[in-house]
């Protein structure tokens, strides 16, 4: 598979071999191939991911990586450039199968491999190469084992000789290290740490001599800084890197970059990594403005290690990434909580961590008013309430520490009181969830054991200590010779914890702690500069090692920087004293009872409260805040507030709520206002019990508002129709109804209501008309339903009528009907009515098929029956179906789902046949099933509609018959809302990739695809997102790019990327703007050599516009007297015609060519070289030698030339000479005669050079030299290529 050759070797060209340069779609691929017309099914070989350039450390492993792609299989090779790659300890080649990567490894790799190398891919149609580039970097930074050693030994804390055994673990790792020096990345941690970091990046390095450490941190600092002034304007806003709850890890920081073309490069632990603008890759960079965005995804434990931002090879940012190993022991609970109400979620982690991420539907949550995340003091337990819960609020949050996370539902129960309904309800004061006791338990559990590995770590690093220390006093006994005395550095006293910022409420105790490394130390406190001693509220503690300062009863004055000095080393910390707002418990229960008023008076709140100031005042009346009104009165001072509310009305009621807050806390109070009044009117309309012609009996709603007092009473009065008069019937009690016993039989009556409260009484409610004594029948009762169904017996239940005729129901009357049968008969006796709504018919014989109607009774009579019931057997009731078998997706879109299975079997006496079957979804972020069918369906196949794109459901398919519901079955996994996944592919049979568009018209690029799920559709121009003015429209199938004006400067390759999770297609057209080239200046003409005459032109205005503009010359004679093409495609402004007889008159026009067309031509003068006719005379004179030979000399020179990347280049001079000279073409001395990339042609003298497609590789001096007999002479040029 692989073979080894040099890189300058020439590939032999079969006989009848061509080759055709072509375009690759992975940038920086040449393809050569080599038959005219590729077989069908055969192609080219071609590079699916190159191999990049490597920047990487000396020592480390080098590896270049490519996968390539081709029918028939390609075969690859690498080589170097200046070079051999034959040692196989040294350059290993390696296929994976499984991948289908080709590797070239380097491992220990030398600054001597340093190199340019190439990777070839060939089959016998064709080759691919493509170059990639080694840079390897010397090291020097070495590290003292035995220093190392002696430090750690001396450590007497816990925390301390863990860290030791970790530096020692470390240690032993590197043997990369120089004597007496310190690790890298000890000075790059510090150079981009805070100063809070400092005491922890030296104890993981062992580093004590923290004044050393300060002082060559600041020479470091100064020489960095320097550094990157010379390629970074401004650098702030350095953020280590973090990891976030999408699984990402992410850092950031803000430059201004001197040269906006400056390589940004990203390193991990010394080695280059490549990333991409595309976040969707594994290191990605975001910039927006200033602003840089290094992400990491797919986070796994390999990727921890220090992470460095280099620009043009200085050193701009680092940040360690360290992955906490953590679990959770306990992990948070679904949580059922009423409206209104805490929640609370709890959870126990396996090691401390001072932060945990908390998320809620998909968005990280922060301490503020809506959520409390506390932690305890060994730092295990974690917790989030959830503050006022409401129906918003449910749903799933979950807790992520490292890669770990768990997750569980929030439910709000909703408060079904009918009389909140419309109205806010109180706040509530319990909690709901949270894990108490147990959870402390399992805490207390695991930190004991955290204790008992870290006494355990600390006593197996002393004995490793004592063992190092007995050797090396053994070896110090039996040494002979002379002797150098050990150096064992003393660091003296240190803080093994230092102080921490504290903040206190004033009034409140505060408590500043630090911890020396020696029990027989005394320090100094300090504050603002002052010493600090003893006194009424400050106590100085000394607890063995431990040191406290503790301040009573914090006063503003209290507040200030503290710093504690022990043996010359120092710690410091800040203390803040807040004065948040506060309220007087008694005040605050006084202010917490509701107040109650009549309408119409006022209202007055009142609360004092304490706090720094300025306080901001707010009054809320049911969440709307007051502002000063004409009702609306507020006064607000220092230590007080009052809200004075006149002219209170009804709807004014509800919670009054307080809330102050200053730069150090919000408080809040509640209570309630209750304004009464009297009730509204009673509701309507009233519903009619009994209209007989002896009474009337109805009934009507309570008022809609009952002003805050319960209804005493309602009075009525009753008019007959008819007459004008009120008859005053009084108070008939709380109840909202009415039985009138003194009617006339066919007599109208109309009624007045009003409600009574201890407020007063309400406006009437007047009734419609309503007669006494009417015939009336009952309506239809619904039809009756099978409850259950047996050999001997059928037991029904029917609702009762809607209308029951104005009175009361006395029965009803059954009848049923055998099927196939016009009669029904009668199932209960006419005189004996059934009183009850159900009824066990058992006049039935068995295997008989039955349906049953029902018609309601009154004092009227039986009214129409119902519709009738289903029909039924009369047997035993059925077994449940079994499960559904082999449950399939047969089809899917974005929003329908086709299914299909095969009916349960049947087996007797445990299931019976399915009759039906319900088709059952259930969205992922949901928890209930939910039925797609409102009655079983008897097909095994169905399609369910509506469903949301791209949305992810459980589905599951039941099957039922008269014996109830079979066991659902249920799909292996979940689905998603879309159509079979399809890998994005261009649909249109022919797709152009060269357009050229006349400047100032419109540019259409339409392409087609197919793909599934729904793709992210990208277009770039020349790598880089499109201008604004281009306009994109995009649909599921299709996307149009538009240039509605097109300017020269839109000239360039357009590239549509459609990505998908399936997969990527990338397709490029070339879109060149232009315009009819205008005519060049003028020609002149001028004969250099006989025979021959040399044709030059001023250039066309358009040439520096166009990088494609090209000329060509015609020529008429005398005699021919037609124009013919003399010369084509040329890009220069000189060329020479052959075969210029004598005697002939010669025109040349000369015309400008682009892409859009030709321009008119410049004409030259007329050419004529005269023919002498001399008479014949013949003289012989004395024979002599004649010698014709001279030396080569050029009468034509080459012009430097400059070329765009990808176009031709033609390059012609002009040789004399006898013999005729040998030509040869040289670039950079590297002759080119035989390289059959270059087209080189010797017509008459005139010696030509035609480069197909100009790469940045031509870049150069080219030579042509002339020789023969007589000398040699050379000419050279220059050849720039543009990007």
């Known amino acids: 598979m692989f073979k080894i050759r040099k890189a300058k070797d020439e590939e032999p060209t079969a006989p009848g071999q061509v080759r055709i340069k072509k375009r690759s779609r992975v940038p920086g691929v040449m393809i050569t191939q080599f038959v005219e017309e590729l077989p069908e099914g055969m192609t080219t070989p071609d590079f699916t991911r190159k191999p990049i350039a490597l920047t990487i450390q000396e020592g480390k492993v080098a590896i270049f990586r490519a996968i390539v792609c081709g029918n028939p299989k390609p075969t690859v090779t690498w080589v170097r450039n200046n070079g051999e ?59 003292s084992r035995a220093m190392q050693q002696s430090r750690t030994a001396i450590r007497e804390t816990p925390e301390d000789f863990k860290k030791a055994l970790k530096n020692k673990i470390e240690l032993d790792a590197k043997e990369e290290n120089k004597e007496g020096e310190i690790d890298e990345r000890f000075w790059e941690l510090l150079l981009s740490a805070e100063k809070k970091d400092y005491e922890s990046i030296c104890a993981q390095f062992g580093v004590t001599d923290f004044r050393w450490m300060l002082k060559k941190l600041n020479e470091k600092k100064k020489e960095r800084e320097e550094e990157q002034e010379k390629v970074v304007e401004r650098l702030c806003n ?44 594994k290191h990605g960079l975001k910039q927006v403005g200033k602003k840089f965005v290094f992400s990491i995804n797919g986070v796994n434990p390999e990727d921890a290690g220090l992470y460095q931002v280099e620009v043009d090879g200085v050193k701009i940012f680092s940040t360690d990434f360290k992955i906490p190993n953590v679990d959770f022991l306990v992990k948070i609970q679904e949580v059922k909580a009423l409206e209104r109400e805490d929640a609370v979620f709890e959870c126990v982690l396996s090691h401390p961590m001072t932060k945990i991420t908390w998320t809620g539907k998909n968005l990280t949550l922060e301490q503020g008013d809506k959520y409390d995340i506390t932690v305890s003091e060994d730092m295990l337990i974690h917790r989030l309430v959830v503050k006022d819960c409401l129906q918003l609020d449910k749903g799933i949050y979950a807790a992520s520490a490292g890669f770990k996370s768990c997750s569980a539902w929030l439910v709000v129960e909703a408060d079904d009181d009918p009389n909140m309904r419309g109205k806010k309800k109180a706040r509530r004061t319990t909690q709901a969830g949270g894990g108490g006791a147990d959870l402390l338990k399992i805490a207390q559990e695991q930190q004991a054991k955290l204790q008992k590995e870290r006494d355990e770590l600390v006593a197996k690093v002393r004995a490793e200590a004592e063992a190092a220390a007995a050797a090396a006093a053994e070896r110090k006994r039996v040494r002979t010779g002379p002797l150098v005395p050990d150096t064992v550095i003393d660091p003296g006293v240190y803080f093994t914890s230092g102080l921490s910022d504290v903040s206190a409420i004033i009034g409140t105790d505060a408590e500043l702690v630090c911890k020396l490394s020696s029990e027989d130390c005394d320090g100094v406190w300090y504050k603002d500069g002052k010493e600090i001693t003893a006194s009424d509220n400050i106590c100085l503690v000394k607890e063995g090692a431990y040191h406290k300062l503790i301040v009573k009863n914090c006063k503003e004055e209290d507040a200030g920087k503290y710093r504690f000095e022990a043996d010359g080393r120092k710690t410091e910390a800040v203390l803040n004293v807040e004065d948040p707002p506060r309220i007087n418990t008694d005040d605050l229960s006084e202010f917490s009872k509701p107040v109650t008023i009549k309408t119409g008076q006022n209202a007055t709140f009142k609360l004092s409260f304490v706090g720094r100031e300025p306080l901001k005042i707010q009054w809320y009346n049911e969440g709307e805040e007051q502002l000063e009104d004409t009702n609306v009165k507020i006064e607000k001072s220092s230590t007080h507030s009052r809200l004075l509310l006149t002219k209170c009305q009804r709807k004014t009621s509800g919670e009054i709520k307080i809330k102050i807050k200053n730069e150090c806390g919000t408080t809040e109070a509640i209570t309630q206002l209750i304004v009464l009044d009297k009730p509204t009117p009673p509701q309507g309309p009233v519903e009619i019990i009994e209209s007989s012609a002896s009474c009337i009996d109805f009934k009507w709603r309570p008022p809609k508002d009952n002003g805050g007092c319960p209804i005493t009473n309602y009075i009525m009065e009753r008019q007959q129709i008819g007459r004008n008069s009120w008859k005053k ?9 009415y039985r009138d016993t003194d009617v006339d039989h066919g007599r109208k009556y109309c009624y007045h209501i009003r409600a009574e409260t201890d407020q007063g009484i309400s406006e009437m409610m007047e009734t419609d008309d309503i007669q006494a004594g009417t015939k009336a029948y009952p309506g239809p009762p619904s039809a009756p339903k099978i409850i259950s169904a047996f050999k001997d017996c059928i037991n029904l239940a029917w609702s009762p009528p809607s209308n029951t005729g104005g009175t009361n129901i006395l029965g009803y009357n059954l009848e049923k009907r055998k099927n196939g049968s016009n009669l029904w008969g009668p199932v209960n006796p006419p005189d004996e009515p059934i009183r009850d709504k159900k009824y066990a018919v058992k006049d039935v014989v068995e295997g008989i098929e039955y349906e049953f109607r029902v018609a309601a009774i009154n004092i009227s009579g039986a009214g129409e029956p119902s519709p009738p019931s289903e029909f039924v057997f009369a047997r035993d009731p059925k077994k449940p179906p079994g499960k559904v078998i082999d449950l399939r997706v047969t089809d899917s879109t974005y929003s329908t789902l086709s299914l299909q299975w095969t009916k349960p079997k049947e087996e007797e006496g445990v299931q019976d046949e399915a009759k039906g079957y319900i088709v059952e979804l259930r969205p992922a972020e949901n928890p209930e099933w939910g039925r797609c069918t409102s009655n079983a369906i008897i097909m095994t196949s169905y399609t369910i509609m509506g469903l949301k794109s791209m949305a992810m459901y459980w589905v599951r398919v039941v099957a039922t018959n008269e014996g109830g519901d079979g066991e659902p079955q249920e799909l292996d996994n979940y689905i998603i809302a879309m159509p079979p996944p399809v890998r994005p592919r261009f649909t249109d049979r022919k797709m152009k990739s060269f357009m050229v568009v006349r400047a100032g018209n419109s540019a259409r690029v339409n392409i087609n695809f197919e793909a ?10 020349d790598s880089m997102p499109v201008s604004k003015n281009v306009t994109v429209s995009n649909s599921d199938i299709s996307s149009q790019l538009i240039i509605p004006s097109a300017e020269r400067t839109d000239t360039g390759i357009y590239t549509i990327i459609v990505k998908n999770l399936v997969g990527q ?15 060049p200046g003028p020609v002149d003409l001028e004969e250099n050599v006989s025979g021959t005459v040399t044709i030059s032109w001023m250039p066309s205005p358009d040439e520096k516009r166009d990088d494609r503009l090209h000329y060509m010359i015609t020529k008429r004679d005398s005699v021919k007297r037609t124009w013919q093409i003399v010369a084509d495609r040329l890009f220069n402004n000189k060329f020479t015609a052959i075969n210029i007889m004598p005697g002939r008159q010669y025109h040349f026009r000369v015309y400008a060519k682009n892409d859009m067309g030709v321009s008119k031509p410049s004409e ?6 005269e023919r002498k006719k001399e008479k014949f005379s013949l003289t012989l004179p004395e024979s002599k030698g004649c010698s014709f030979e001279t030396p080569p000399a050029f009468s034509v020179p080459l012009r430097m030339h400059t070329s765009p990347e990808t176009y031709e280049c033609y390059m012609s001079c002009a040789v004399t000479g006898n013999p005729r000279p040998h030509v040869t073409w040289y670039r950079n001395n590297i002759s080119l005669n035989t390289n059959t990339n270059y087209y080189i042609t010797n017509t008459c003298g005139v010696c030509s050079m035609v480069i197909l497609r100009v790469g940045s590789k031509d870049n150069g001096d080219y030579t042509v030299t002339a020789e023969n007999p007589l000398g040699r002479v050379e000419c050279s040029t220059k050849l720039t290529v543009k990007d």
């Open 85 to 143: 790659l034959d040692d196989p300890e040294r350059y290993k080649m390696t296929f994976d199968t499984s991948s289908g990567e080709y590797q070239l490894q380097m491992p220990d790799v030398c600054v001597d491999q340093a190199d340019t190398y190439k990777c070839f891919a060939s089959n016998e149609y064709g080759k691919a190469v493509v170059t990639a580039t080694l840079n390897v970097i010397e090291v020097g930074y070495k590290k």
């Open 238 to 281: 350095l953020k280590p890197i973090e990891l976030k709850p999408s699984g990402a890890a992410e850092f950031e920081l803000e430059m201004s970059l001197k040269d906006p073309t400056s390589k940004v490069f990203l390193y991990k632990d010394g080695v280059m990594i490549p990333f991409s603008p595309d976040t969707e890759v």
């Open 729 to 737: 019937l009084g108070q008939i009690g709380p109840e909202p109804k």
């Open 1012 to 1021: 599934s799920p729904i793709p992210k559709i990208t277009w770039l121009k």
């Open 1065 to 1079: 297609e990338t397709f490029s057209v070339e879109i060149r703007v232009t315009d009819d080239p205008k005519p």
């Open 1164 to 1169: 030259s003068a007329t050419w004529e070289v």
